[in-house]
């Protein structure tokens, strides 16, 4: 679930002709976090069925559920891999599908050993704003998972780091967990620095989103136009960027214009489009 379907949507509906639905099985996560949606998967939900019956594909993203097998039949099947670690009945959406795809970050492409397909964001939409007062620095763990796990974010190694920095520097830590994906955004947008992976290394959608939004990004990834860290060199990466105002403002030059040119939703959902055509053939 999360952002990445629903931003999918958006863009093909809004840079393609293909119609489109996009139905959730929920919205919502039990920590509090919820998302935007267009249909909700339920069996009275009259428009959610008619959509399924009418399409000649299913994008199905990391689970297949039972009322899907109503639908199978004489329709094409595309999974998406998102979860790291794999969720429980992934196997049963790979018996389903006719092709899959992971999504195109290092350590996907690693665990599921398929093609990626782009985690698409729309910087047209999410656009930089004014940044006043203190420095910045916002982190939005989505898990608690310890640094050994694949889907881990270092959340009490990076809080450490911060509560540390937070001594030496006159700085605001911005700390976004289990929040709604809209206040998720509006917090990441008043960053000056957002921290999204300094652990494995694998880039989520909070680089993206930090990128749309002009912030500096830091990850343990030395793709440009990401700022280098791990645990290791956190701090004195943070420091850095806080004590050199013209380091921190090129770094955020540098992530918007890198979203711009090279992510863009308007360019990269073509690839998308791409796979579906193959599918149908």
Not at 180 to 209: F, M, Q
Not at 266 to 278: E, F, N, S
Request: proline share 5%; hydrophobic share 40%; with cysteine.
């Amino acid at each position: 679930m999360a952002a990445a379907p629903w931003e999918l949507f958006k863009a093909i509906r809004k840079y393609t002709d293909i119609e489109i639905s996009y139905i959730n099985k929920t919205n919502r996560y039990a920590d509090g976090r919820y998302f935007p949606f267009h249909l909700l998967l339920a069996t009275s939900n009259g428009q959610a069925r008619s959509a399924l019956a009418k399409a000649d594909i299913l994008h199905v993203h990391n689970y297949w559920f039972p009322l899907l097998d109503e639908y199978r039949k004489e329709k094409k099947v595309m999974a998406q891999f998102h979860s790291l670690p794999r969720q429980l009945n992934w196997a049963e959406l790979m018996e389903n599908a006719d092709i899959c795809y992971t999504i195109r970050q290092p350590l996907h492409i690693r665990e599921y050993k398929m093609p990626g397909l782009p985690n698409l964001i729309d910087p047209d939409e999410l656009r930089p704003e004014a940044r006043n007062g203190k420095i910045k620095i916002a982190f939005a763990p989505s898990s608690r998972a310890p640094i050994t796990s694949p889907q881990t974010k270092g959340y009490f190694e990076v809080a450490q780091a911060l509560n540390d920095i937070a001594i030496e520097r006159d700085i605001e830590i911005v700390w976004i967990e289990k929040l709604a994906y809209e206040t998720n955004l509006k917090l990441k947008r008043k960053a000056h620095i957002l921290i999204d992976d300094v652990v494995t290394g694998n880039w989520h959608r909070t680089s993206l989103e930090g990128c749309a939004f002009g912030c500096a990004v830091i990850n343990k990834n030395d793709l440009e136009p990401f700022v280098y860290a791990d645990l290791k060199t956190l701090r004195s990466v943070l420091l850095d960027l806080i004590d050199n105002p013209a380091k921190l403002k090129e770094a955020q030059e540098r992530a918007r214009f890198w979203v711009l040119t090279k992510w863009h939703a308007m360019d990269l959902v073509k690839a998308y489009k791409t796979a579906y055509m193959r599918l149908l053939q």
